[in-house]
């Protein structure tokens, strides 16, 4: 599943604008992430602060 | 809530459509998602002074600096200059948005237009099937508001036209990813924008510095999504201001997208129009969308006051701003889309060639497109895919 680390996220919105499935969406400091993320990483890759990280559902819940 | 109009957005796109509709006499409501208009910033700030007079009165309070110029680096160092008005449509002056961004949408509410801010748009209401309005949270209250026509000129993240049908979702190439340093340092030259080109220092894009006045520069990075790893804008950021500006303080930091993808297949839907960022019309060779922005802005704004009346807003009747766009600034973009295709593959060796085989040209006579008319004069092999563009 997709993570944000919100202490490195500089809410720029470029991750919304480049998912395919319309998941994310940017509220002032603030990335949403709803269930029609797909986990395809393309937000991961172009985040200019490296915030979006995939990681697996048991390391994420811990 | 009811009116004529309801505009997403109130950066330059959004201010401009809705103070073009205004001033036709729209009843005009504006949303803005934000608490403050214009903050964080998102851009390097860079105009085209003649440009930018066009659209709207010059006032100090906005601007950063003046610049006489720009100068592009190769990667092995070299320079070339290119002087105030003739270096493509970036240079001139440098703003400050968190300032502009609120005097537009001042002067869009001088003209009888509603603002909201802290006002996020959650989606298109719906009669008979045809978009009717739009849902809003308003300071987190549910608003409803009706209109028969709706503009998204909500930026990077546009969700406006995904509501509407229009696949809006950037592809990785065709996004620039960014980062860019406020920074303070007495090495800043205070009246050249500078450009640093090569695959180590910014892959698919450019470093840029555009000064702000006492020894202040945007000095930033764009950097191509598809050659772009997590983290990587910031990362080469650091670096090059290491390298270049090692005395330089970070004031402010600043993150945000680029479209490059060219103009896109559609900007229009029933009931719905997008513009600016949204409409993905920013310039894919220099990322500049400020004027690009606020002319789509006008265009739309002054269509929509003449058929909102009419009730002429199926997508057919809105063909008619398709086509008022394509045909004034999607020209320029088609082609600088084309260019940036072929310039973003080119070696670091292609690069330093071009830069070399203008050695005794006089470039500061040279617009952007005079320059690509001289390179291809220079480098017929090199360039030979660009021909047909550059006539």
């Not at chain 1, 919100?6 to 998912?19: N, Q, T």
């Not at chain 1, 992430?33 to 994420?60: F, H, M, Q, S, Y």
Request: one cysteine or more.
């Amino acid at each position: 599943m997709l993570t944000v680390n919100r202490y490195k996220c500089g809410y720029c919105g470029a991750c919304v604008g480049v998912c395919p499935a319309a998941a994310l969406e940017l509220v002032e400091t603030w990335i949403e992430v709803n269930e029609d993320c797909v986990g395809c990483g393309r937000c991961t890759k172009i985040c200019p602060l490296g915030a979006l990280e995939l990681v697996k559902e048991a390391e994420a819940k811990t | 809530m009811k009116c004529d109009l309801v505009v997403v957005g109130a950066g330059p796109a959004g201010s401009m459509t809705a103070k073009a509709a205004a001033e036709a006499g729209l009843d005009v409501v504006m949303l803005e998602k934000r608490q403050e208009i214009g903050d964080p910033v998102r851009c390097a700030e860079g105009v085209s002074k003649a440009a930018l007079k066009k659209l709207v009165e010059p006032d100090p309070v906005w601007i950063s600096a003046e610049v006489k110029g720009a100068r592009i680096r190769a990667p092995d160092g070299t320079e070339m200059v290119m002087s105030e008005d003739r270096a493509g449509a970036e240079v001139g002056y440098v703003l400050e948005r968190k300032v502009f961004d609120r005097a537009l949408a001042q002067k869009a509410a001088e003209a009888g237009a509603k603002v909201m801010v802290k006002t996020r748009a959650l989606g298109l209401l719906h009669e008979k099937g045809v978009p009717s309005g739009i849902s809003a949270a308003f300071v987190g209250e549910s608003l409803k508001i009706e209109a028969p026509l709706i503009i998204g000129a909500d930026g990077v993240e546009s969700k406006v036209g995904r509501w509407a049908g229009i696949d809006t979702a950037l592809k990785p190439k065709d996004i620039e990813t960014c980062a860019q340093f406020l920074l303070q340092d007495d090495e800043i030259d205070d009246e050249y924008c500078e450009f640093y080109l090569g695959n180590d220092i910014a892959p698919g894009g450019y470093v840029w510095s555009f000064p702000k006045g006492h020894s202040l520069a945007n000095v930033g990075i764009g950097v191509l999504g598809s050659k772009a790893d997590s983290g990587m804008p910031i990362r080469l950021l650091r670096e090059f201001v290491k390298k270049n500006f090692p005395e330089g303080k970070v004031l402010e930091m600043m993150v945000g997208g680029v479209p490059v993808s060219g103009p896109i297949e559609t900007t229009v839907a029933d009931g719905v129009i997008l513009v600016g960022d949204a409409a993905r019309q920013s310039d894919p060779i220099t990322g500049g969308g400020i004027i690009n922005a606020m002319r789509a802005g006008v265009m739309a704004g002054e269509i929509a006051a003449d058929l909102v009346p009419k009730g002429e807003l199926d997508k057919k009747s809105l063909q008619v701003y398709e086509k008022r766009w394509r045909e004034t600034i999607g020209k320029s973009i088609s082609r600088n889309f084309a260019v940036k295709e072929f310039f973003v593959d080119l070696t670091d060796d292609d690069l330093n060639r071009l830069t070399h085989s203008l050695d005794g040209v006089d470039v500061a006579e040279l617009d952007l497109k005079g320059l690509l008319k001289v390179l291809l004069r220079q480098n017929p092999k090199l360039l030979l895919k660009l021909r047909h563009l550059i006539v």
